[in-house]
């Protein structure tokens, strides 16, 4: 059985910096890509970051771009997600999620490409 549980979101303020966590159980996470999704009310979901399985490669989109970093800590068995200089529009539910589909190659953003997700962890950004 394949899990993944997201902690690490609250509240914080703008500028401020959160670090999320995913961690899984029920298989070895870097035999996979790991995605990072946020989900506002009213919005689509959208990709945030990705790290390859097999290779580590990352991919991140604009929104985030300079301000966030993904990672993956084998021994732990964890990736994370280091989000810094937070903007009220950041604010959303946050899911990782695992795919099998894009080893060895830069992983994608699209939602539909994952197949294992968390129940999310909600960030919120205000003052």
């Known amino acids: 059985q394949l899990q993944l549980v997201e902690s690490g979101g609250g509240l914080v303020q703008p500028e401020g910096s959160l670090r999320l966590s995913c961690a899984a159980s029920g298989f070895t996470l870097d035999s996979y890509t790991i995605g990072w999704f946020r989900q506002a009310p009213g919005k689509e979901r959208e990709g945030v970051s990705c790290i390859s399985g097999g290779d580590g490669r990352t991919n991140y989109a604009d929104s985030g771009k300079g301000r966030f970093t993904i990672s993956r800590d084998n021994a732990k068995n964890t990736v994370y997600l280091q989000m810094n200089s937070l903007k009220p529009e950041d604010t959303a539910v946050y899911y990782c999620?695992?795919?099998?589909?894009?080893?060895?190659?830069?992983?994608?953003?699209?939602?539909?490409?994952?197949?294992?997700w968390g129940q999310g962890t909600p960030v919120t950004v205000s003052s």
């Open positions: 999620a695992a795919t099998r589909g894009v080893l060895f190659r830069l992983c994608v953003l699209w939602p539909h490409e994952y197949d294992n």
